[in-house]
């Protein structure tokens, strides 16, 4: 390839790089690099490409991403080294072999030649170029640790190559370890061993899977005995989901306290909509439903709906469908739309229904959005009461309709997590022509009390300190209008919408233990609820599914604060966030928390967090003395203090 393309190929990088938002990536990641303590031999750049784009942009490019990744990734390294050159954005680098460049291709064209079939051969016998396949997980490893990066040092003293970074090995696809790290290299210089310099090394994440096709389930399953046999692979799998640099640097830093981590991620949330400080404890409630949406393994019966209570639906809306995106899977539902299912004939002349999936089928594993419910008619109203009881849909299929003689009814489990806000300050009037009340200790406006009821978490959003949060939304537009792209709070709060992605994408893949402390402070605290809120005519105004909503925001407050196991402190969160949303639903009890009882302070600084922490471990205290004199048998196991 003479230099001619090789420059026009280089052109082509930036302008992609530019057009996608990967040159700021870079320039974001040499931050991050730049302000890190630790010197390391190669710094590893990760970039997502769309051959698409790239083949729209150019062809030549794009052919050698498809088909020759090697030279792709050489030529990506060459662009970002100048370009980290040019701006002097790292003075750590100094060579163009500490730049480490991987790219993640978002997706293969739908060809035969590019789908790694595990029943077909030959297998890897190919070109060296993306693979696509599929297979069933039959075994794994746990995660260890692999090199990415080495610098070795002549041992010849005399030599140029006893210093700087003249032998920096890499690791390259398809190698071992002994490829990148070992004894026995020596230097191009002056052939003397090397010896490396172990303070420099750059260490990843790998792990092993054994995959097999999916149709070995059929062998394994009850059908006759076969001749076929289905051989597995053995798949390398580097760099797994991890939470990035920022968070990372931040879990470090609260390790003093099981709250602060989840204090300071949640306060910062969704600050390129609302200032840092407002709305927490609904963030809190939305990143807790984020972590859990995710979550397949769960009981089909355990989700975690939320309910905002506001006069200004139009911030809280906002927040919401900021945090939609961030949702596994989320779909914002119209009020004019259908939510559930929608019937029509069968336009390819079967003579049947074709059944249309509404909304909430459509977030399958993540989040419907519904918006503000005052704006919905009763019929819609009375459809989504029935859904959330009952957690399926039924669709009723009129045979004669579409050309059958008998009727069917079939139903559908509604498998997300729900969404909504309530104007607090819809007019009486309206309100009066509804039937609606006050719930508890709070006016929920238009919203009927029973469809109230049916979301776990009910989140009233308070002012700031008693004063209109106008003011300092009004402020927080006006500096992000007048300075766009500027940082608009002190760096310890600058967390990108990416860095939360990824933070939520791992605490997603967590699997958490239920310590006993927990359990029992979760057992405690439902047992004793229930008692002080029942009476001998209506039972206990405490439903039984409380108890997994309990579980549920306990798991996932474990999860967001990057544990493997629910400590007490977790299942303190559950209970708060619980007791405000109860209250609000049928008033106080004897367990007696302010209305705000998970963020009792403004978090500003380290003072306010340790303030805070006070007060959790106070409210801890109340909340144990409730159960050991309202839960029977509590003082079992509860030690009163």
Known sequence: ?????????????????????????????????????????????????????????????????????????????????????TLSLLDQIHTESQVNVVLKVTHLPPFPNYQLSLCEFPRGYGPMRPMAMEGLVIAMTRVTKYTQGARFLCSNEDCSGAEGFHHIRVHAPGATETATVRSDFTCLLCSSPLKEDVKSRVLGDKQLVELIHVDALDVLGVHPPSSLRYQSVTLFLRDPCKVSKNFQALFTSMGGSPWRFSAVVTNSFGAQVVPPGLY?????????????????????????????????????????????????????????????????????????????AGSALLATGGVCLLGDLSIYRKDKMDALQSGLESRAVSVFIPGKKYGDDSEQQLSFPLQCNFWALANTATTSKKSAKNDTVALGSVEIGSVPPKVAETFGLMIQCRDLGGHPVSLPITVHTLRQAIQPGEPLYPACMQFTTQDYKELLAFARSLQVEMSPQAEKMIHGYYMASRRVRSDTTQGSSVSVASIKLLIALAEAHSKLS???????????????????????KHGVSALVIPPDAVFPCDLHDLESLQRRDVALEELHQQVLQFVYAYAPGAASYITEE
Not at 287 to 312: E, F, P, Q, R
């Open 562 to 584: 990057l544990r493997n196991q629910v400590m007490e402190e977790d299942a303190l969160i559950a209970v708060l966030l619980c007791e405000n949303s109860i209250t609000l």
């Open 280 to 356: 927490t404890t609904l963030k809190l409630g939305l990143l807790l439903s984020l972590v859990h949406s995710g979550d397949t393994g769960l009981d089909s019966h355990t989700w975690l709906d939320v309910l905002a209570l506001t006069s200004d639906t139009l911030i809280i809306d906002r927040l919401m469908t900021y945090s939609l995106a961030l949702a596994a899977r989320g779909v914002r539902h119209h009020a004019t739309g259908e939510l559930f299912s929608l019937l029509s004939k069968d336009e390819h002349g079967v003579g049947t229904a074709n059944i249309h």
């Open 1 to 85: 390839m003479i230099m001619e393309d090789i420059l026009s190929l280089k052109e082509a990088i930036v302008s992609y790089l530019d057009k996608t938002g990967g040159l700021q990536q870079l320039l974001d990641d040499c931050k991050s690099f730049k302000e890190s303590p630790q010197r390391d031999a190669v710094y590893r750049f990760s970039f997502h490409v769309n051959p698409t784009d790239l083949i729209e942009l150019d062809g030549r490019l794009g052919d050698i991403v498809l088909h020759d990744p090697l030279k792709a990734r050489a030529l990506f390294r060459s662009v970002c080294f100048l370009s980290i050159k």
